[in-house]
């Protein structure tokens, strides 16, 4: 692919209850909000939710191996969790390429996941670098 400014790409996916027992695992953060039905129902969610940076892994996936694909750094990544999200649901991630610097071989990303609702739950920016893109 050829990195240009007004690209866009989606991508539709889903995490499963093991992804979150799994990332829980491997960050230590066991918070019950996120494993514990019971406890997630005296909550505002009713249910339990993901973790945020699971949720948030999905812009790690489409940049390093989908789009702009493999070679990709990040370089920054800034998020803002809008609604919670929750596991066995289908989400779409939007993003687009809002800057690009072909010198340096830098590229900034907007991203969106959406909801069943088209509501926005997650979304924000990379800066990365990847010059073979360029």
Known sequence: MKAATGEKFEHTY?????DVIEFSRITGDDNPVHLDAMYAEST???????????????FSKVF?????????????????FKRPMYVDQEYKAVFEITETDAARGTMTIQ????DQANKICL???????NKSVF
């Open 64 to 80: 390093g191996t989908i789009f702009p694909g493999n070679g990709s750094i990040y370089l920054s990544q800034t998020m803002v």
């Open 111 to 114: 991203g969106k996941v959406f």
């Open 14 to 18: 889903r995490f499963r209850q093991k």
């Open 123 to 129: 979304e924000g920016e990379a800066k990365l670098l």
């Open 44 to 58: 505002a969610f009713k249910k339990p939710i993901m973790h945020g940076f699971l949720s948030g892994s999905i």
